[in-house]
């Protein structure tokens, strides 16, 4: 069964740093693309960071520069580095694999899994 | 970046009711759309990808259409669990993109 598990979130000053962990069992973080998704209180949903299979790594625009994403495979873990953080950053975290799923030639890699969130809460 | 719009931000409707919720990109996308539902309190779950196949046990009153840059999700026949928020997401390219959500709450 896959399961996501996020770890990590806290209350931080402003200006802080903070590191979120998402423990996967069930697949290979390694072989497949993991994200972060981030829901700030009583809005949408914000795409942060992806890690594909192949090592490359994108980022939104918001986050670009302050934040890492990595991986650790023998951990079967990903990680989001948060730095210089601003009260724009309070959230929810959510990890979040893109499955692969292929018919006739065509694949898409779509979120089929999601873990159950970690809250940031950055003050000022 | 490509903007999703989705229409309309809230909508009421009844048990038994049948529903259509859009989402418009700001470009041609093909079918590289999903959809999302989401409880309060919960993570999101999957629903449909490549704008109209759906995820693995997802009931068959959940569909999707659509090409290019005009898709709609339907429900059908609405029992209390399907009342939550919708998403429609891009994953043409990066930034991956939302819509702002629908909220389909009981009449």
């Known amino acids: 069964e896959v399961q996501l598990v996020e770890t990590g979130g806290d209350l931080i000053q402003l200006g802080g740093s903070l590191r979120l962990s998402c423990a996967a069992s069930?697949?290979?973080?390694?072989?497949?693309?993991m994200n972060w998704v981030r829901q700030a209180p009583g809005k949408g949903l914000e795409w942060v960071s992806i890690v594909e299979s192949g090592g490359n790594t994108h980022y939104a625009d918001s986050v670009k520069g302050r934040f890492i994403i990595s991986r650790d495979n023998s951990k079967n873990t990903v990680f989001l580095q948060m730095n210089s953080l601003g009260v724009e950053d309070t959230a929810v975290y959510f990890c979040a694999r893109r499955g692969r799923f292929c018919t006739d030639g065509v694949c898409h890699y779509s979120f089929d899994s999601w873990g159950q969130g970690t809250l940031v809460t950055v003050s000022s | 970046d490509i903007q999703m719009t989705q229409s309309p931000s809230s909508l009421s409707a009844s048990v038994g009711d049948r529903v259509t919720i859009t989402c418009r990109a700001s470009q041609d996308i093909s079918n590289y759309l999903a959809w999302f539902q989401q409880k309060p309190g919960e993570a999101p779950k999957s629903l449909i990808y490549a704008a109209s196949s759906l995820h693995s046990g997802v009931p068959s009153k959940f569909s999707g259409s659509g090409s290019g840059t005009d898709f709609t999700l339907t429900i059908s026949s609405l029992q209390p669990e399907d009342f939550a928020t919708y998403y429609c997401?891009?994953?043409?390219?990066?930034?991956?993109?939302f819509g702002q959500g629908t909220r389909l709450e009981i009449k």
């Open positions: 069930g697949f290979s973080v390694g072989t497949n693309y």
């Open positions: 997401q891009q994953y043409k390219t990066y930034p991956l993109t």
